[in-house]
């Protein structure tokens, strides 16, 4: 397992703070940022910028702000994904803040011409609260999360379920979701969710290195596809690493890069696994983790609560959740080569850390990890 973050960024952040300066001087009268700094625990996908902002407030005096820009990565930086949407990312926070109550950071400006800092950008309001650890993943210990009392944890689960409760409450056929249309072929969303996953992959083994198991996976769904039921905005990155909590509740929800519209299952799968993934690193280094979060009866019955849908072929979903995260670290990994921080392994299947849990879902002896 690797220890260290890979690169995410090559910017000067002396520069990017007179950019961002100059560009707030169009918004506002008489800026002034300061305290710029990138968060060492930022994301592998948009770049992540904190600062403080000041300017004329028309009566005399200075307001005060403390704001997030959000930025596509630096090209010299080889990023995770083919294209990032920034208008994308801020209209779909506006649409599940605005539409269905969902906390997100206010939202301050979007900008679309890329003349001013290099690409388009978007800036929000700072919201003060804590995530649960990427590095070292939580379930490792030794944090606040994970230390917290099961009650916590569980109220943590509950309360994030039921923000994927309200962003799903949001039909894929309202027209105001337009937008979020996955622009892959294929006559349903899911359809088209997994043929932009095998556009993803091509991107990514466009070097020639293939991976036999990835391959698999993508025959494993086609023989294994479900009914599925109707398409509703979709969060896409719906993980607790995507959450800021205040008292073990959601008081803001971020990252938005794979929003769209896709089956309920889709968040669900992914939510369930991502925390699997921490789990099963966990168990692997011989720590005991947190093996009674984010279990998948318990996840289900909690959005069934909340929604009155019952959800179904989960295995589906947590199986393409594997998949999805598999393409993912493989483009993770040949970054962290061209940058040095790691070497290309001669099994293509080693490009991502889990190959041999999605090699026991395939094969179908995984499942019963995840029984009560």
């Known amino acids: 397992m690797a220890e260290d973050r890979p690169q995410t960024s090559t910017r000067d952040h002396g520069v990017l703070r007179e950019q961002l300066e100059g560009w707030l001087a169009r918004q506002v009268r008489d800026p002034v940022v300061s305290d710029l700094v990138v968060p060492p625990a930022n994301g592998m996908s948009s770049e992540t910028v904190l600062f403080d902002a000041s300017w004329d407030d028309g009566e005399g005096g200075r307001h005060e702000q403390s704001c997030v820009v959000r930025i596509p990565p630096d090209l010299s930086a080889e990023p995770v994904f083919r294209t990032y949407d920034m208008e994308l990312q801020y209209r779909a926070m506006q649409l599940v803040g605005e539409r269905a109550g969902v906390p997100v950071p206010g939202l301050l400006w979007l900008e679309n011409d890329a003349s001013y800092l290099g690409e388009p950008f978007f800036v929000m309001e700072r ?5 649960p650890p990427d590095l070292m993943p939580y379930p490792f210990g030794d ?15 509950r309360s994030t379920v039921e923000v994927l409760a309200r962003i799903h409450s949001i039909p894929a056929d309202d027209p105001d979701t337009a937008f979020l249309a996955i622009d892959a072929p294929g006559d349903t969303a899911l359809r088209r969710h997994v043929n932009d996953q095998r556009a993803f992959y091509e991107w990514v083994s466009a070097d020639g290195i293939r991976s036999p198991l990835i ?40 990252d938005w890069e794979m929003a769209g519209h896709a089956p309920r299952e889709l968040d669900l799968g992914w939510m369930i696994y991502l925390h699997r993934f921490f789990q099963d690193l966990a168990e692997q280094y011989g720590m005991p983790g947190m093996p009674n979060f984010m279990r998948v009866d318990e996840v289900a019955a909690a959005y069934e609560k909340a929604t009155g849908y019952t959800p ?5 979903h947590i199986l393409n959740a594997a998949l ?22 001669d099994d293509p299947d080693h490009t991502f850390i889990h190959h041999a849990t999605l090699a026991e879902m395939l094969d179908g002896t995984y499942w019963s990890r995840l029984e009560p």
């Open 143 to 157: 944090n606040w999360f994970h230390d917290a009392d099961p009650v916590d944890h569980q109220t943590l689960e």
């Open 312 to 316: 179904v072929d989960l295995r589906f």
């Open 127 to 131: 919201v003060d609260g804590l995530v």
């Open 215 to 254: 391959e698999r996976a993508f025959d494993w769904l086609e023989a294994n596809w479900p009914d599925e039921g109707p398409a509703v905005v979709s969060w896409g990155d719906a993980r607790i690493g995507n959450v800021m909590y205040r008292n073990f509740e959601p008081v803001a929800v971020l």
């Open 324 to 345: 999805r995260h598999a393409i993912v670290m493989s483009r993770i990994t040949r970054r962290q080569v061209l940058f040095g921080e790691a070497v290309m392994p």
